[in-house]
C-alpha cells in the first residue's frame, strides 16, 4: 500500500484547487467552487494559536469560510480547533488497494466502460443529477495529470460515469455516478474495475478512493471489492 502522504499527494494532483498559498505553517486552498477538497486548508508544522488566526483572516479575505482538513496525526490542531468553536463535518475513509486487485478481476461484457477526455455531454448530465456541477467539473479539467472520464453502458445505455486521475503512481477514482437506473445491478463496481484497468494501463500501481462515512451504498461496495481503509481524514469548519 503506498504512504498515506503519497495518497494525499494524488489527493492534490488529481483534485486540484485553483492556487495554494502559504500562510507560515499552514497551506491554504483558494477555489471558487469544486467542494472542501479544494479550499480546506492543512497544516505542516507545529503550529499556535496566532497561526490559526492569521489562516483565518486569510481565508475570509478570499471569501471563503474557515475550513481545515484534518489528517491522521493533527491532533493538536483538531484540538486547537475544537476549542475555537469549529465543528466536525465529513468524516472520510481513504480506501486503497494494489491495481493488480482490481484490474484482474472479470465484470459482465454487457456493462463495458468506455475512457473518454473530454467528458461527454451525457456525462455531465449524470454528474448534474448527482450534485457535481460546473465548479467540480472545472476541477478535473485543470488536474494536470493522465486523466480520464469513465462512461459506464447499462442495458445498451449509458448508465454511470466517474474521473480517474493519476500521480505517483497513485491513482484516484472521483466522482462515481450510477443513475438510478442502474443502481443495483453490479454497474457500479463494473465501473470501478474497469477504472482500474485503464490506470494499469496508464502505469498505475495502486488505486484509491475516498469515501464519506455517511455514503453507505459506496463503503459497501469498496469493501467488498477488496479494497481497505488505510486512513481517515475530517474537516473542521467555523460557520460563525
Known amino acids: 500500500m503506498p504512504e498515506l502522504s503519497k495518497i494525499f499527494d494524488a489527493v492534490d494532483v488529481t483534485w486540484p484547487a485553483e492556487e495554494k498559498i502559504a500562510c507560515g505553517p499552514i497551506t491554504l486552498r483558494r477555489s471558487s467552487g469544486g467542494g472542501k477538497r479544494v479550499s480546506a486548508a492543512t497544516v505542516d508544522d507545529a503550529i ?38 469549529y465543528a466536525v463535518v465529513d468524516r472520510t475513509n481513504i480506501y486503497s488497494c494494489p491495481i493488480g486487485l482490481l484490474s484482474a478481476m472479470e465484470t459482465d461484457v454487457e456493462q463495458a466502460s468506455l475512457a473518454v477526455w473530454e467528458p461527454l455531454a451525457i456525462q455531465l448530465d449524470f454528474w448534474a443529477r448527482g450534485g457535481i456541477g460546473p465548479d467540480r467539473i472545472a476541477v478535473m479539467e485543470r488536474a494536470d495529470c493522465a486523466k480520464t472520464a469513465m462512461i459506464g453502458r447499462h442495458d445498451n445505455s449509458p448508465g454511470g460515469t466517474c474521473y480517474v486521475g493519476i500521480h505517483g503512481g497513485v491513482a484516484m477514482m472521483h466522482a462515481l455516478e450510477i443513475i438510478t437506473e442502474a443502481r443495483r445491478v453490479g454497474m457500479g463496481r463494473a465501473m470501478t474495475v474497469q477504472a482500474a484497468q485503464w490506470a494499469k494501463d496508464e502505469g498505475a500501481t495502486d488505486f484509491t478512493c475516498l469515501c464519506v462515512e455517511q455514503n453507505a451504498a459506496a463503503n459497501a461496495l469498496y469493501s467488498k471489492l477488496g479494497m481497505e481503509i488505510v486512513g481517515q481524514y475530517h474537516y473542521r469548519i467555523k460557520e460563525s
Open 48 to 85: 499556535t494559536t496566532q497561526d490559526i488566526e492569521a489562516a483565518e483572516a486569510r481565508m475570509r479575505d478570499m471569501g471563503q469560510t474557515p475550513l481545515f482538513s484534518l489528517r491522521p496525526g493533527d491532533t493538536a490542531l483538531d484540538d486547537l480547533l475544537a476549542a475555537r468553536g
